[in-house]
Structure formats: C-alpha cells, structure tokens
C-alpha cells in the first residue's frame, strides 16, 4: 500500500494513548499541531456519537522527529492522548458482537476473551491514522496539492453530486459547516431524520465516504507490479478503515453496466500545462496511473456491529445462548470515517508522489516536482502557433 512512507500505529482503546510511527518523512515538512488538531476534532465531530467523543479532546503530542518546528528526516512518532484509559479495569467480552472483529480474533489467537480483540480493532485507533495523514496533508498543500473528504451518503439519504472545482475552499468551507461533514445542505434534514430513527430503534447507520484530491500530477503509480498501481494502493488504504466494505475510482460501479463508448473519457485539445479530456469518468486514475485529473475515490461503509438492540450471539464463558456484548456505540459514525479516508488518501498520494520525485527533503521534492510539471507542459501541453 504505502512503498516510500511507512506507517505503524500501536496502542488500544482503553490504553494509554494511540501512538504513529512514520518514516520517509521528508526534512523540512512544517510540524503544523493546529492543522493536525483540527482533522482530529472533525474526526470526533457528527451527529449520533457515543459520550466517548465527548470525554476525550484529542491533540496531537510529537515524541520524535521535529526540529524547530519542522519534520528533520529522521523517525516521526506523533501520539494522541485517551483521557479513558481504564483499560486493566475493564470487563473480559466472551459474546462476540455479529460482524464484529470479536470472533475472528478470539480463534486467531486463542483465548475466549475477546477484550485485546476489541481493544485493538476499535476504530479509536484511527485517531493516530488521521495524526500521520494529516502530517501528510499538509505536505502535500506546499505542494500545490489538496485532499477534500465528505460524505455522499448516509444510510438510504444520498446527497446530490456537487460539481468540480478549480479550488477546494468553498466546497471546503460547506462541508465544515454541515454537521454531516456533507456538501449537499438540502440532504441534512433526511440524514438527521435517518440518525434519529435509528437510535430510536437502538439501531446503526452505514454510508458512503467520498475523497477527491486536486493538483495530483500525472504519473504517480506505476506499472512495475500488480501492488504498485496507484489505484490499487487507494483501494488498499480505504479498505483498511473499520467497517469499510467496498471501493471504487471514479464511477467504478456504474461503469460496469454500460457499454465502452458511455464510459471512458474522450480528449480534447491540450491546454498550457498538458492534456485535458471532456470527461473524469475515470477519476483521475488510468492504467493504474494518475492522469493529472481530479482524484475521485468513494468507500462504503457498513453500519457499526455494536447495537445497544444487540443482537443473537453465544456465550463462550457460560456456554450458552446469549445476546452479543454491548458496552457504548455510535449510532453512525460515517461524517468521522470520512476523515478517516481523507488521512488515508493523503499517506497515499503522498507515498506515490515521494516515489516519483525522490528527495530527502521538502525542498529537493518541491523542486524535482516543478521539473516533472514543466516536462509534461512542454511535451503534452498546448503550443504556440499550434
């Protein structure tokens, strides 16, 4: 998934802390706290929440690898505080939640308590995720590169397509005002109606995440092997968010049913800095390459397996029948994952993009990147007299 940075997160819910360890950071990359601070409160922010969200006020502390306010090329590890960490207190789980990881875990390691399982599959550890991809991020804004992450849908409420932009900060500043992280305001009575008669029913909401990464330069990806398409690393870092089921590049899905001839994205003439096409049908990603398009990804989400209507499950303490365990849960957690998806786009665009242009610092990637978009613009771009 990831071949230029590496990123390993440790810790548990109810532990100390959820700690990221990263390499191949570039040195000069600004230590920007508050811009990591403000993914992390987006992450907590949405109807529908558990009072975990507000027991916990997650900043992000650094315990390695900046120097006078920026990154210094050597390991970073970034580590987000729990305010909970009862975890030695906590009770052993011996009825395992319906689509939870609970069970899968318990045979994968051998012991019927399920605590550790839970502890570890908690979609808590996605707060050091969010931490390393918003480093990320906004390595990728000093270079001309954004990444914008919304909700498209919300269990049955789809918010209608909004269009491309040039820039990113209008459709920026909607998103952040919507309390479902959605671009689409005349779509948020129906999604709050949605949240509503869930938790009434003490039931849970799935939904679609999108993620769209503008300025991303052609060429990231590669055809060396199966692993390096830039396509399959996006899928790759989507599917590993928590309850994520199903990916797709551009319009994947619908392309499936329709003939060539309605699906792929005819060119037009070439302006300054290279080709352009009439269309982005393919999201910005062909032959598992980036085209210089706008980036367009969306994840599906399944609704969360802990229900405070629990469902049937088995005892493996008393042997028994027994409902499934059940100790605090989101009714939807779905505007959170969307920024879960927007860190993870960030790690691996940037990856891709460290990979193309080499260099120990940030200094030496901005310059190599310059080189690569003048090369395109003179080959592939329009001329003079042409």
Same mark, same amino acid.
């Given at each position: ?141 000093? #270079?001309? /590169?954004?990444? +914008? @992450?919304?909700?498209?849908? !919300? $269990?049955?409420? =789809?918010?209608?397509? &909004? *269009? ?44 679609? #995440?999108? /993620?769209?990464? +503008? @300025?991303?330069?052609?060429? !990231? $990806?590669?055809? =060396?092997?199966?692993? &390096? *398409? ?56 062909? $032959? ?99």
């Amino acid at each position: 998934m990831l071949r230029r940075l590496k990123v390993q997160t440790a810790g548990e819910s109810h532990g100390r802390g959820m700690v990221a360890t990263l390499t191949g950071v570039p040195a000069g990359v600004p230590f920007d706290a508050p811009f990591i601070d403000g993914y992390l409160a987006r992450r907590q922010r949405g109807p529908g929440r558990s009072s975990r969200q507000r027991l916990e006020h997650d900043r992000v502390e650094v315990l390695a690898g900046v120097y006078k306010g920026k990154t210094s090329g050597a390991p970073l590890v970034l580590m987000v505080a729990n305010v909970d960490d009862s975890l030695e207190s906590r009770p052993p789980l011996r009825q395992p939640r319906p689509g939870h990881a609970d069970l899968a875990g318990a045979q994968k390691f051998g012991d019927t308590d399920m605590r550790p399982v839970l502890e570890r599959a908690s979609a808590r550890e996605t707060a050091a995720r969010v931490a390393a991809g918003a480093l990320a991020a906004r390595m990728l804004l000093d #270079l001309q /590169v954004e990444i +914008l @992450g919304h909700v498209h849908a !919300l $269990g049955p409420v =789809e918010a209608k397509a &909004s *269009r491309s932009a040039r820039t990113f900060g209008k459709l920026r500043a909607r998103r952040d005002a919507s309390p479902f992280a959605c671009l689409d305001k005349t779509a948020e009575p129906a999604m709050a109606e949605a949240v509503a008669q869930a938790s009434a029913s003490g039931d849970t909401l799935g939904g679609v #995440l999108e /993620v769209r990464a +503008l @300025g991303v330069p052609p060429g !990231l $990806g590669s055809l =060396e092997g199966f692993g &390096s *398409r830039l396509d399959a690393r996006l899928a790759g870092a989507l599917m590993s968010i928590q309850a994520v089921k199903a990916v797709e590049v551009g319009e994947g899905l619908a392309a499936a049913a329709l003939p060539g001839s309605q699906v792929h994205d005819e060119l037009r003439a070439p302006g300054p800095e290279g080709p352009r096409r009439h269309s982005n049908r393919a999201g910005g990603v062909e $032959g598992g390459m980036s085209n210089g398009d706008q980036l367009l990804v969306r994840a599906w989400m399944k609704p969360l397996s802990m229900l405070r209507s629990p469902l049937r499950s088995w005892d493996y303490g008393q042997g028994a029948p027994s409902k499934a365990f059940f100790e605090r849960s989101d009714v939807t957690a779905v505007p959170a994952a969307s920024v879960v998806a927007e860190a993870m786009v960030a790690l691996v665009v940037a990856d891709a993009l460290l990979e193309k242009t080499g260099g120990d610092s940030l200094a030496e990637v901005r310059r190599s990147l310059s080189a690569h978009r003048r090369a395109v613009a003179r080959r592939f771009g329009a001329r003079k007299g042409r």
